[in-house]
C-alpha cells in the first residue's frame, strides 16, 4: 500500500452500528416463533459472550462512523476493522448454518438447548471456534455444537472433552482419525500409504512427526491398537511374538509398521460421531 494513499474502508455490508448486533439476531430468528426467537436468542447471546473482540469490533465500529476522519488517518486501525469485519460475517455464517440444522431436528430439543448445562458446552465450543485456525476445525466445533443440542448419546462430560480435543489437536490429528474410522484395523503402514503415500527416512522430521500424531493419539484416549475381548469385554493379553528371520538385529520398531493395527477407542467413535458427522440422530427417537 503507497503510504500518500488515501486509506479507505469499504462498510456498504455493515449495518448501523446501534443495529448491528440485532441485525444479526434478526438475521438467524427472523422467522421463528416467539418460543423459539427466546431459544434463538439464548443460543446467539451464549455463542457472542464467549468471543471477546466481538465487544471491541462494535465500539471501534462506532467510533469509525462517529469520526472517519481519525480513522482514515490511522491505516493500523482501518486493517483491524476490515480483518474483524470478515470474522463477524464468518460467525453469522456458521450461527445461521447451526441454526438452519436446528430447524431439521424437530421441536423436542427445545428444553435441551434451552438448558444452561447445553449453553455452557456452546460458550466452551465458541471460544474454540474462535481460536481454530481452520474452516475444518470451525466446522468441526459447528458440527459439536449441533449434535450435542439435538441428540443425547454421551453425557456432557464426554462433549466437553471432544471440545477439548478440538482445542488440542491439529489437522494432521484429524486426518488420522478419519483413515482409522474409515478403515479400522490400519497399520501404521497402511496409514501413512493412504494419507502421504511416500517414502522417507526412519530418522526424518516427518517420521518423527508421524510417530508423534500416534503417540498422541493414544496416549489421549482416541485410538488404540486392536485386540482380542471375551465376551465380558475384558481385553486378552497379546502373546509375545518371535521376531522373524531376517530382520535387522537391534533396530527399533518402525515408525510405519506393518503388524499392529489400530482402532478407535470407544470414546473417538463417539469423537467422530459428534464432531465429523453434520446431523445424527434426534432426541428422542427410538435409537438414542
Known amino acids: 500500500m503507497n503510504p500518500d494513499d488515501p486509506i479507505t474502508l469499504d462498510l456498504s455490508d ?20 416467539t418460543r423459539r426467537k427466546r431459544f434463538a436468542d439464548k443460543f446467539f447471546i451464549a455463542a457472542l459472550s464467549s468471543i471477546p473482540w466481538v465487544g471491541g469490533y462494535i465500539s471501534a465500529l462506532a467510533s469509525f462512523q462517529i469520526d472517519e476522519s481519525t480513522f482514515r ?41 434451552e438448558s444452561e448445562e447445553y449453553l455452557q458446552l456452546v460458550r466452551k465450543a465458541f471460544r474454540v471456534w474462535d481460536a481454530a485456525d481452520t474452516d475444518e476445525k470451525r466446522q468441526y466445533v459447528a458440527n ?45 503402514h497402511d496409514i501413512w500409504t493412504e494419507l502421504y503415500n511416500t517414502n522417507v527416512r526412519e530418522d526424518s522430521a516427518e517420521a518423527d512427526l508421524f510417530k508423534l500424531l500416534i503417540r498422541d493419539l493414544s496416549t489421549g484416549g482416541v485410538i488404540r491398537q486392536e485386540r482380542d475381548v471375551n465376551q465380558l469385554g475384558q481385553f486378552r493379553r497379546k502373546q509375545a511374538q518371535r521376531v522373524p528371520k531376517g530382520m535387522a538385529a537391534g533396530t527399533m520398531k518402525s515408525a510405519f509398521d506393518d503388524k499392529e493395527a489400530y482402532v478407535l477407542t470407544e470414546m473417538g467413535k463417539q469423537f467422530v460421531h459428534y464432531t465429523m458427522n453434520d446431523v445424527v440422530m434426534r432426541v428422542g427417537s427410538g435409537d438414542t
Request: charged share 30%; with cysteine; net charge negative.
Open 73 to 113: 488517518e490511522n491505516e493500523l486501525q482501518t486493517e483491524w476493522l476490515e480483518e474483524h469485519h470478515k470474522k463477524l460475517e464468518r460467525l453469522k455464517n456458521t450461527l445461521g448454518e447451526i441454526e438452519a440444522r436446528f430447524q431439521t431436528l424437530g421441536n423436542s430439543i427445545e428444553e435441551r438447548i
Open 144 to 188: 459439536v455444537v449441533t449434535n450435542s443440542g439435538g441428540t443425547r448419546l454421551c453425557s456432557d462430560d464426554l462433549v466437553r472433552l471432544f471440545i477439548d480435543w478440538l482445542a488440542l489437536y491439529h489437522e494432521s490429528h484429524f486426518s488420522v482419525i478419519r483413515e482409522i474410522s474409515k478403515n479400522p484395523g490400519s497399520t501404521r
Open 14 to 33: 455493515h449495518p448501523p452500528i446501534e443495529g448491528a448486533i440485532d441485525t444479526l439476531r434478526a438475521d438467524i430468528a427472523n422467522t421463528q416463533s
